[in-house]
Every structure is written in structure tokens, then in C-alpha cells.
């Protein structure tokens, strides 16, 4: 009898979820309390209780390529940067193309998942299910947890002075739908995360002045790098990841402010981060500076206090006649179907005790996942799969996961490795690299990219892997899971990028791909010379874990 798990939402995680057990070959059964798939890229008009809830304007910020599942590239006619519709549109021709939705119970919400009295025998779970007001309880062997971490919003008052005698009206970015309301009035916006970008820009289409209010600053990036290429196909590659964690941490925060400011000069636009030795995620956004430029948005410090119908801010400054606050101050995670005992939440920081952003170290048996609980600077989706894709095989027995000291050092170290690289923020708790992370669960499964083999093998493809972008195709080339269409995908992966653009054929002398080329050689000339100094003048690089591994 294949094992029976349970899935908790069917969004992109849970969607992923399915397919993995399906490969596996478990039995799945997904849990969705809506009556639809797709989670947080499901919009609505009305905010859903207990449910993701997105704004209309919003837009990917990974691109098509590095954002996709690691063995279905999204077609090639949709855009490289996806508006939400379009994302859903994605993930129901996943579910369709690999027949997901029957495994899908809608309308049935997980209420609680507690140890079968058997647990430390059989690490089964009791799942108590609501549907039509009928609750009921099913056993499963196993529970892959997806409902997702940007639900609860985090909406601290009380450090706010005076909001309680505001006579204007505020919420939480949670609750921001679209921008018709805000005309001509005066409106403050809390925090400088992706959320506060997009809205900020889009009232500040319509709105009287728009304010907004950051202690920390932040690096704002464009969607648009060299050549009109996406930013995160230009940046994540194996080969700058290789040289950045390689460098001293002085000189890697030197270079990334002085790219950061290659765009514009944060300092002149008020938003310059106050400690840069952090890499925290950077506002994606093309129009936020541009707005600030024409005045529409106005940057200030962090707030002193609120009145009746003004804002104090900590430099002194106010502002009067303040109609409408939205706070964009993130979200906490929250599972409200597993108590304490199971996994605990720190309230004040937003930390959770997960080996690898996954499994909880204490239980008897590693019966209990938590899928897409981690922020990359890049694609969930492949991240959550991954993810997936390793707990069936801890699920099966396949794979096994290390003693509990082993994991609780393991978790320590990251951590410290985290807040060093990105802060102690609670908006950094999940926050990892991208290659980083993936390569490091990939090792779990056997399907990480060999480059020192590939280069042998197939020349073309390792150049590809290791100087092209890090899309998520590169896992499956081999191991569990392998696709035969992933040597392919790779190759093609730029077409796919760059032809949705062309939708008006223009005469070159020249086709882009050679200049694309072009960069990477121009990149790859001016490293290796700046190695060869570095070399020379301080110390031998750190060796490539390419190489340590396999
Ligand atoms: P977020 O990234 O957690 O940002 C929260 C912001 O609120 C930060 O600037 C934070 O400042 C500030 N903040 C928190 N507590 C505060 C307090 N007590 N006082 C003042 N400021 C406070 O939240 P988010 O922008 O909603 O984004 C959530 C996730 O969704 C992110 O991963 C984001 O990238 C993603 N997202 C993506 C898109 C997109 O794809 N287009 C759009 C929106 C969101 P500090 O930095 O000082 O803590």
C-alpha cells in the first residue's frame, strides 16, 4: 500500500506537493479551503478570510525563466515578468498537465493535525477536516504542510504612538485591493518592502502626495539589467555566486552598493540602506525612483508619532491634513491548525526551528514538512518543488535525515550565516540565496548539477550551467526526477526570455544572442583578471564547492 499524505493548500506549494508524491509514489490528498486552486496568486475583489490576499497591480518580480517549475517552462509567448493573472493562468496548466486537480478536496478546511496515539510507532497524524460544517478526522502517514507565510499580517499598533487618536483611516497592505479610493488624498505608507513599492507607485498615480516612511532604508533594483535582459537571469549564475561568496565581506558590500548605485544614487533619493554590510531583499521596482524624481512620492525617517490628523516624523518633520495610512509591514507566520508542541512560531523575531527551512527537528519520526517556508532571492516555486521532492524521499525512507544534534547545529549555523548576510529583521527570517539554498537541499536528493562532469560529458550545456543563468532546469539533468527535457530547456532558455518582446519584427545587423555572448566573455575576461590580482596581492580564493562535491 503507498503511503497516504496529506496536503495542507493547494497553491504553488501544494501544487507541487501532489506531483511529488505522486512521483514518489504516494497517495496524496490535498486539503484547499477555498474552492479553487492557486493560493496567494488566486486574486479576488474581496480579501478572504484566512487567505493570501494580493493587490491588482501586482507583477512578478523573478522573471519567467528562474521562476517556473523545474520541468514545465512556462510558454513562450508569455511575458518574461508576469502580471498575477497570468501566474494563475501558469499554475492551472501545471495542474492540468500533470492531472493534479483530483487529488484537490475544495471547500474543506485542516482544523487541527495532532500525533496518532501510534505516532512514535508509526508517525501517522490525525487530521481533522471541516467541509459544509461537518467536521471529520483521517489518518495519514505523513503531512506536507503549504498553506503559505503571507497571510497573518503584522500590524504591530503599539509601537506606533498616537494611532489610536488618528481620525483618518489606515490598514494593513493586506487589505489594499486597488487605487480608486486614494484620489487626491494625502496618503502615508509604512515600511519600504515590494508591497509598499507597488502600491506606493500606483496611488501616487492618483493621490494628492504620497509619504513613505522607512527606519532602515533599502536598495532599489529595476527589473531591466544590461542589454534590456531580466536583472535576475543577468545576476544569478553558479559563476557570480562562486566569485561573491568567495570575496571578503568589505569588498562584496563595496561592489553591491556601487551596483546598486549604478542606477541611481540612493543617498540623493533618501532611501540608502543605513547598514549595507546586509544584502536584504531590495524593492524590485521600475517606476518607485522615477515617482520620487517627480515628486509624487516623498521619502521619510521612520515615525515619531501620529495625532489626530498629522504625522510626526523622527527627523521632526510633519505632515499635516494626513487622510489614509497603509502599513506594509509584512507578514508573521502562522499555522493555526498545529499547536504549539508540534512547531512553535517566535513571536518577537518570526523564527521557526526547521533543518533545512523543512523538517522539525524534535519529532520521533520525520513525518511532517513544511513546504515553501523560505524566501529566496529568486523563484518559490522551484524552491518549494525542491523542497517537495526531498520529504517524499525522507517519507519513503529513501533518504534520511541526520541525528537531532546534527540538525540543531546545522540550524544554528544558518542562522548565524543568515543574519550575517541579511540581518536580524523579522522580514529576513526565510530569507536565503537562491543557489545556495536550492543546491543545498538538491544534495539531499543526488540531483545537484556536476559541472566537472558536465564538462567532460557535455562541454556546451556545463558553460551554459555554470555561467548562464541558475534556471531551475539545471535540477533536473540528473538523479530522481531526471527530465529529458532539461538539456533542452536550458538551451532554449533565452529565446523563451527574449521573444515575447518582439511582437514587432526589427532588422538588426546583429541578433542579441551574440551580445548576450559578448557580456559573459566581457564579465568573465574582467573576473578572471580581477582574480588573478586578488590572487596575487591577498589570498587564494576559497575552492569552488563544485568541486569539493561529487
Ligand atoms: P516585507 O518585505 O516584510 O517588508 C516589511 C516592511 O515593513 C519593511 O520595510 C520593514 O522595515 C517595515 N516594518 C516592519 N515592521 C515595522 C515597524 N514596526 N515600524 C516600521 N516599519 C516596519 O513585507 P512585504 O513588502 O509585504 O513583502 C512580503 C513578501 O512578499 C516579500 O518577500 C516580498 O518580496 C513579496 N512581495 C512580492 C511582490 C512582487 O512580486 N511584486 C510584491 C509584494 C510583496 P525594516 O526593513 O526596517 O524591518
Redesign the pocket.
Known sequence: MAKTVAIIGAGCSGLAAIKGCLEEGLSPTCFEKSDDIGGLWRYTEMVEDRRASLYNC?????SKEMMCYTDFPMPEDFPTYLHHSKVLEYLRLYAEHFSLLKYIQFKTEVCLVTKSPSFSKTGQWEVTIEKNGVKKMECFDAVLVCNGH?VEP?L?LE??QGIHDFKGHYIH?RFYKKYEKYRGKTVLI???????G?IAVEISGVAKQVYV????G?WVLSRISFDGLPIDMALTSRFAFWISSSLPAGLLHKLHAKQMNSWFDHANYGLQPEDMSFL??PM?NDHFPSQILCGAIRIKP??RKFTESSVIFEDGSIVDGLEEVIF????SISFPFLDDSIIRVNDNDNNITLYKNVFPPYHEKPTLAFIGLV?PLGSLLSSSELQVRWATRIFKGTSQLPSVAKMEAHFKKTTEHRRKCFGK???QTLQTYFIEYMDEVAVEIGIRPNIMRLLITDPKLALKVFFGPCTPYQYRLKGPGKWSGARNAILTQWSRTINPARTRVVQKSTDSRPTIRNIFVLCGLTTAIFIGFYCVRYKPLRAPSWILCH
Open positions: 501586482v507583477v512578478t518580480n523573478v503571507h503584522y504591530p509601537s506606533f497592505s509604512v515600511g519600504v518592502g515590494n508591497s509598499a507597488d516612511s522607512t527606519r532602515q533599502t536584504k531583499e524590485v521612520h515615525i506594509a509591514t509584512g507578514y524566501q529583521g523579522r522580514s
